[in-house]
């Protein structure tokens, strides 16, 4: 006919099951692969200091021991007892003291890699307040050269953008050495990311054992009557149904199990080698431990005895982690403030008063002023201290 065009077509067969050609592929290439963590800094915050003990103390122990180092300020000619830069560092706002102000700046330097300080104007030529702001909200923006013109922080889609104008900035940005980024730090907590996943699934492992009664349910067996029958749908359903309700969970662990019906039930066991997972745990700690530079000893991890006595690995401690840190963000603060006031100060922990190096600097004490051959300025010198005015 003239018309059949118009006829509607017979519908085609239409197929019982969609399903993507690849599937099958891409379901074996995924199968069994390791999932880490996210590596942003909030969600490495959120792992490896909000959701894992060992990570949470190790931040904690260095931030607050380098926040709670007394400090000096001094120049090349004298050592000051009072000086505006130690009274704004007394209290460097309305809401923070000079510990908690400085705690969270070594927190941020461990956990981001970056610390920012905002310097507010005041009265006087120094800043009147100084605020640490989230390293997770600010944002480096580089100039044709490379070197940061701006920082930006941002809230809740709102940005405000800190302009580096002039000599005296008014961010300061303390960060730690990353071979491969020319603006951003590296914290120890991303090198311990492995690690930290190790140790939080170590633990979620460790739970499931005990909601299982610390051991794998084991395993039904179905025999017919002619030994090879299986279950039918309304069967497998209700004795799974009735396993989940009756006999998982710490709730049920040791209730008796009534079978019918052809099924035996055969217990499994863990294997020796299984149950080192106790193990693995303990090493993924020490791996989180060494790379804040703590020594396990302090953490309270077993089997490590790589410092004679707890003392020695205390003033350890001190000496190659806490130190370096709370001297290198003191120098780097009073460089930055300087400019403000127009004097070169210096900020440096007070080693004579540290209770962890007490013997340490005894014994340096004793050997500098027994040194007959050094003068008066090299001794004063070995110690750290300024030169005296009539010293030439």
Partial sequence: MVFDFLRKAPLAGVPERKASAVGRVVAWGTGGRVVWSPRDAVSLARTGYQGNPIGFRAVRLIAEAAAALPMVCQDSERRY???????????????????????????????????????VPGVTALPGELHVLRADRMSLVPGTDGWP????????????????NGPASPICHLRSFHPQDDHYGLSPLQAAATAIDVHTSASAWSKALLDNAARPSGAI??????????????????????????????RNAGRPMLLE????????????????????????AREIAIAFGIPPMLMGIPGDATYANYQEANRAFYRLTVL???????ADLAHW????????????????????????????????????????????????????ADEE
């Fill in 221 to 250: 067996v179905y025999k017919g009557a002619d030994g090879q029958s299986a279950l039918s749908s309304d069967q497998y359903d209700r004795l799974v149904s009735e396993m989940e309700t009756h006999h998982q969970g710490a």
């Fill in 324 to 330: 370096p840190l709370a001297t290198k963000v003191l």
């Fill in 81 to 119: 007892e009072t000086h505006p830069l130690l009274d704004l560092m007394k209290r460097p706002n309305g809401a923070q003291g000079r510990a908690e102000f400085l705690e969270a700046v070594y927190g941020y330097l461990l956990l981001a890699g970056n610390a920012y300080v905002e310097a």
């Fill in 149 to 164: 013109v701006a920082y930006d922080y941002t809230v809740s889609g709102r940005t405000h953008r800190y302009a580096m």
């Fill in 261 to 284: 019906g052809g099924l035996d039930w055969k217990p499994m066991g863990f294997s020796p080698s299984d149950m080192e997972f106790q193990k693995t745990k303990e090493a993924a």
């Fill in 337 to 388: 403030l300087s400019v403000f006031g127009g004097v070169e100060v210096d900020l440096r922990p007070d080693l004579d008063q540290v209770p962890a190096l007490a013997g340490e600097r005894d014994q340096q004490w004793a050997r500098v002023g027994g040194a007959d051959f050094l003068t008066v300025a090299e001794k004063r010198m070995l110690l750290g201290l300024p030169r005296l």
